[in-house]
C-alpha cells in the first residue's frame, strides 16, 4: 500500500508532463481556431469592399501628387469626382471617402494623406448621421483591414490593437468579435460570391476590379471615386428616409469631438478644411423639421471656431446649386451626373474661397430655416403610414414640401388584379379611414397621390403601401 | 463595460495575475486585491459617483452587526447582574426591543436608500408630480438592488447569530462589492460566500477549463439568443395598437421567454465563470427552469437566490407570524388543507408582490409579480382537488407523459406572466393577451412584423439565434437528465473542442454583426 507521500510525490511527478499535455492542448486549439479563421477570412471578408479600394488606389498613387483630399462616408464618396474638380481648379484632388467612414477614421485618413502628401486642402464630407448617434463598427473594421493590407506586419498589428482599444470597441462585443473580420464585412451568403471572392483575393486581382464585377452598375472613375448611375424613385421615399420612427437624435457629443480633432489637425499642419453637409433630396431634410437647422447650427459653430469653412449644400440657394430629382440615386446619394454637376457647383465655391472670399451667401443660414422652407417650392415625396384602429385601416399621408406650398391628396385601393379604386378623392385631408368591410379580401395596396391644390394635374408624386384584409 | 470584451477580458487578467501573486507571496492578505479589483470593476462599469451609496450600505450592514453583538454582550452582562428571574426577563426584553430597533432602522436606511435612487422617481411620475420617469437625475448604482439584498440577508443573518459578524469593515465591503456579482447577482449569503473571499485560493485549485467553458457557454446565451432577439421584440411591443394580432404577441412573447432566459442566465454564467476563476464559487441562480413542472417549481429554478432570499427573509417570517397564525387557525375551521395552506399563500402574495415591485414600480411590474403569487397561492389551494381529478382520471404522475404535459402547462403559465412583464403598459399587456384568445388572425402575422419595421431579412436571420437556442436546448436537456456536459466536452480530442468553440465563437461574431447591423438594412453593407 503507497503512504500519502509516495501518492504526493507521484503526483508531482506527473504534473509538469500533465501540465505540458494541457499546454500542447491549447496551443492546437488556438492554432486550429486561427487556422479556421484564416481560411473563413480569404472566402468571406469581402474583397472587392470600397475600403480596400480606396486604400489599394492610394497605395497606387504614392508617387503621384495629391494637394487636395476628400474624407468622409459614401455621401462624400458619391458627391464629389476628383476630375471635375481638379478640371476646373488645376488641383489634384483624391478621394478618400469610403461607406460609413466613421470621424475618427476620417481623421486617420486626413492624417495620413497630411504625412503622405502634405495636402494643401481636406474636404471633409458629412450628412446628418456622420454626427448623431449611429455606429458602424463593420466599417471601422474595413477601414482598419483595408489599411492594414499595405504596412509592415508590426504597423499593421499596431494599427488593428488601437481599433480593438478605441472606444467604440474597447468596452463591447466587437472588441473580440474584431478579431473575426469575416463577421464584420462580408460577401453574400452564397457559393458563387464567397469562391468569387476567394478567387479575386488569391489570383491577384486588384480590388477596383473585382469591386467593379461584384458590384453591378457601380462604376469607378479614378482617384479614389466610384458611383451609381441609378435615379431615386421617389414613390419609395419611405424607405428612403433617414429619420427613424423615434425621430431624429441629437448629434453625439463624441462626433462633435471628432470634428474638433480634425479641425485642429488641419489647423496645426496649414491645411485648410472645408466641411461640407452633402447634398440629398429635400424629403430627406424636411423629415428633420426643426432638430436640422438646431443641431446643424451646432456643427457649424464647431468647424468655424475650428477655423474651418463649412457649407451646407442641402440650405443651397438657387443660382449656385440648383439639385434636380434625377440627381440623386437614393435618400442619401447623388448618382454620377448629379455629382459631376455638384462637384462643378462645389469647385466654383473653393475658387471663391481661394480668392478670399467667404461662401456665407451661398447658402440659407441656419437662422433662417424659415426662408429656406420658404423657398422649397415642389413636392418633394409623399409617404403613408397604417395603422389598425377600432373603426378600421387608417392611412395617413405627409407630403414633404415648402411652408409656401399647399397640397391636396386622392387615396385609392389597389387590388391583386391591378384594378384601382378611388375611396377619396382629391382633398386637404391626410387621413383616410378604410372600414374594415371595404377592404377586399387577402393582400392590397392603398396608393396615395398628392399635387399641388388649386392644379389639375394627374399627381406630382404617389407612395403605395400593402394593406392586408 | 460588457462582459465579453477585450476591456473585461484584460482587467479580468490583471486582477487574476494579481490576485495569484500576491497569494503567493501573501496569501492571508491577496482579498485585499479582491477588493481592489472589485472597486475598480465599480468604477469602470459603473459611475464612480454612486460608489458613495454602496459604501454607505456596507457601512451600514458592517457597523449594525456589531453593535448588535455589544447589546449581546451587555444583555448579557445586565443579565448575569440581575437579582432574579423576573428582572433577567426584563432585562432580555429590553434588550431585545433595542436590538429590533437597530435592525428595523438599519433596514430602513439600506432600502430607504434603494428605494429612493430606484422608485422615487417613478413614483412621483406616476402621481403626476415629476416629468418623466427619470427627470430628477438620480443616478442609479450599479447593481444597487443586488448589493443592497445581499448586505440586507447579512444584517439579518448576523441578527439571528447565524455567524461572528466581520469586525474588518474592508472584508466585509469585500463581501458586498464582489466584483463579478455587482452587475446582476446571484445574491450570495455571507456564510457561504464570505469565507471564500477571505481565505485565499491557489492557482493551482482553479478549473480554469470548465470556467472558460462555462464563460463561452453564458457568452453565447447572452449574445446569439438575447441580444439577437431583443431588437424584434422591441419592434413588436414599441406600438400596441388595439388591432395587433394575437399570433404576432404570442409570437414576441415567446421571443421573450427566450430573450429573458438567455440575457440573463446568460450574464450569470459569464459572472459565476469569472468568479471561479478566482476560485470563488457563487450561488447557483437558474437550474434550467423551462424544465419546471410548476410554477412554484419555476420559482425554485428561476433567479434561484432571489427566491431563496425572498423564502428566508419574506415569506417565512411572515408566514409563521401572528396574524397569519391566527388566519390559519381561523381557517382551518374549514378545512385542514385550508387552514394549513391559506398563510403561505397569503405569504406568496406579499413575496411575488415584492418580487414585482423588485424589477420595478411601474404597475405591469406589480401586476406581474400579482399574477405569479395569485397563481401559485390557488395551485396550493387547489392541490387536494388536482390530486383527487388526477386519481379518478387515473393520470399516472410519476410517467414521463404526464412530466411533459406539466413542463408545457408550467411553460404556457409563465408566458402568460411575461405578458405583464415585458408589455409596459398594464392596458396593452390584458389587451395583448385578449388578442391572444380572441384576434389570433396568423393571417395577418407577416404584414404586421412588416409594418413594425420587421423585414423578412431580419426574420430570416433569426435562424442563428435559433440555432443557439437549439444548442442550449441540448445542453439543458443532458444536464436535466444528470449528464456532467461540460466533463464530457472537456474529454473530446482538441480539434473536436476547436471545432466546438469556434462554432460557438462564430455563431457570437455573425449575431453580433446582424444585431448592429441588420436592423438598420446593412446586411451587405460593402463598407
Redesign the interface.
Known sequence: MRTSSEKDNKARGRAPRHGRRRAL?VF??VV??VA??VIINLGFE?Y????NVMWDEYRSAASENIDTVVVGSSTGQRSFDPAVLDATLGATTFNMA???QELDDSYTAARQAIEDHHVRRVILAVDYESIST??????H???ARAKMEGESLPRAAADYWKL??SSS?????????AL?P?????V?LDAEHIATNFHDRISGTSPVEAAARV?DGWTYYGRGYGNYDGVLDYSTARDRLSVT?EGPADFDQQGLDWIQNICDLCRENGVQLVVVVTPRPAFNVLAYGEKYPEQMSRLQQVVEQGGGTFIDANMAKGGWWEPRDVDFYDGEHLNHDGAARFSRAFAQALQTLDAGGSTANLTYSYDHWDDYLASVDSISAVIST?????NGTVVMATAYTGSSVQVEYRFSLVAEDGTTTTIQDWGASDTCTIPDGQLPEG?SQVEVCVRRAGTTVGYERYCIQ???G | MELFSLHFLLFLVTALAAYHVVGHIARKNAWLVLLAASLAFYCLAGRWQTLAYMLACAAITWAAPLGLARMDAACRAERAAAPDRAARRAAKAAWARRRRAVLVASLAACFGMLAYLKYWNVLLYEVGLAASPSSLGLLLPLGVSFYTFQAASYLVDAYNGRFEPQRNPLKHLLFVCWFPQVIQGPINRYADLGPQLLEGHSAKGVPVRRSLLRFGYGALKKYAIANMLVGTIDQIFSNVTPGIPGSVVAFGILLYSAQQYGDFSGGIDMVEAASSLFGVRMAENFRRPYFSVSLADFWRRWHITLGAWMRDYVFFPFAVSRPMRALGARASRLGEHLGRTLPACVANLLVFLIVGLWHGAEPHYVAWGLYNGLVIALADLLAPAFSRANAALRVDESSRAHRALCVARTFLVVNVGWYFDRIYGFGDSLLCLRNTFTNFNPGAFFLTLHEDGITALNLQFLVFAALACLLVFAVSLAQERGVDVGGRILGWNCVARAALYFLVLSLIVITSFLTQNVAGGFMYANF
Open positions: 492542448e492546437i486549439i486550429l481556431i479556421a479563421n469581402l472587392s469592399s470600397l475600403a469610403t461607406p460609413a449611429v455606429k458602424w463598427p463593420g466599417s473594421v474595413a477601414f480593438l482599444t470597441f474597447f468596452d463591447g462585443a466587437d472588441s473580440i468579435c473575426f469575416w463577421g464584420y464585412n462580408h453574400e458590384m420612427e397604417v395603422s389598425q384602429e377600432d393582400s400593402d394593406i392586408s
